[in-house]
């Protein structure tokens, strides 16, 4: 099974700042790597898929970038709807894992 | 409009089954793989078990491997869980998550779980 690491667990940015998000795999995933976001009481929404490619109606402000182990999600100016918990997801194999997520908190 | 509507959770004694369906509306069910995930109260998604378009190859979870099984019914648009033996780890909001894949130069690429359900309770509790 490959562990997916995130970080930090909680990050707290002021609106209009810039939020990056780490992802670790214990093993290679090559780019085989999709991001969720997930507000309360509310099921999970893709974000990016393939390490970096947005997925349909995803503003602009969300990038991902990365490949192998390594995999960062970047939020270029926080909104107040950005402020959620935030999965990464490696499928390089059949059991898929997901991180243990990052809450993006308003500081 | 694409939709999945989860059904079936509740409340189930420790070691007792249950069956939880997904169903499926406003794409053509049938060319999907399908997929299951769970989330136990306060804590992250855990990917349970998914199911291919013609149901004949299906992966779980190491931890539901034997106990639960998923299965689709394309003529009906809809997925299903069945959870025996079930523990008091199992419980979670159950959510169902459509598959998407892709056709490019290099051949078919995975695009995520594109569309989801909002999630039906389990709790396995005496």
């Known amino acids: 099974e490959i562990v997916m690491t995130q970080s930090p667990a909680t990050l707290s940015v002021s609106p209009g700042e810039r939020a990056t998000l780490s992802c670790r795999a214990s093993?290679?995933?090559?780019?085989?790597l999709a991001w969720y976001q997930q507000k309360p009481g509310q099921a999970p929404r893709l974000l990016i898929y393939g390490a970096s490619t947005r997925a349909t109606g995803i503003p602009a402000r969300f990038s991902g970038s990365g490949s192998g182990t390594e995999f960062t999600l970047t939020i270029s100016s926080l909104q107040s709807e950005d402020f959620a918990v935030y999965y990464c997801q490696q499928y390089n194999e059949w059991l898929r894992t997901f991180g243990q997520g990052t809450k993006v908190e308003i500081k | 409009e694409v939709q999945l509507v989860e059904s079936g959770g509740g409340l189930v004694q420790p070691g007792g089954s249950l069956r939880l369906s997904c169903a499926a509306s406003g794409f053509t069910f049938s060319n999907y793989w399908m997929t299951w995930v769970r989330q136990a109260p306060g804590k992250g998604l855990e990917w349970v078990a998914n199911?291919?378009?013609?149901?004949?190859?299906?992966y779980y979870v190491d931890s539901v491997t034997g106990r639960f099984t998923i299965s689709r019914d394309n003529a009906k648009m809809s997925l299903f869980l069945q959870m025996n033996s079930l523990r008091a780890e199992d419980t979670a909001v159950y959510y169902c998550a459509r598959d998407r894949w892709a056709y490019g130069s290099s051949g078919y690429y995975y695009c995520g779980l594109d569309v989801w359900g909002q999630g039906t309770t389990v709790t396995v509790s005496s």
């Open positions: 199911i291919k378009t013609d149901g004949s190859e299906k």
């Open positions: 093993q290679s995933v090559s780019s085989n």
